[in-house]
Nanobody
């Protein structure tokens, strides 16, 4: 059974930094681990994702400010968020796509609030 547990959200001032963590269990390679975010009334949008081969993909709005990384020995994915802006305020969701099964799993979400 796949489980994802996120941590690291919170309130930060504009220009500050936060690091989100997502601990996964029950996953196996090859896979894609990533982060999406959602604001009220809007669809969930991709923030960043990283394959088990190390390939990354970022939303244009976060390029140069956010960095995704993985610790495959511990099945943890991180999202380092720097130079945060008020428009980064959202609920951030961790996700894992298991490639052999073509299945997606989601965490419960963690709130990130950036004050101006």
């Amino acid at each position: 059974q796949v489980q994802l547990v996120e941590s690291g959200g919170g309130l930060v001032q504009a220009g500050g930094s936060l690091r989100l963590s997502c601990a996964a269990s029950g996953i196996f390679p090859p896979n894609v681990m990533g982060w999406y975010r959602q604001t009220p009334g809007n669809q969930r949008e991709l923030v960043a994702r990283m394959t088990s081969a190390g390939n990354t993909d970022y939303a244009d709005s976060v390029k140069g400010r956010f960095a995704i990384s993985r610790d495959d020995a511990k099945d943890i994915v991180y999202l380092q968020m720097n130079r945060l802006k008020p428009e980064d305020t959202a609920v951030y969701y961790c996700t894992v796509h298991l490639i052999p099964l073509n299945e997606d799993y989601w965490g419960q979400g963690t709130q990130v609030t950036v004050s101006s």
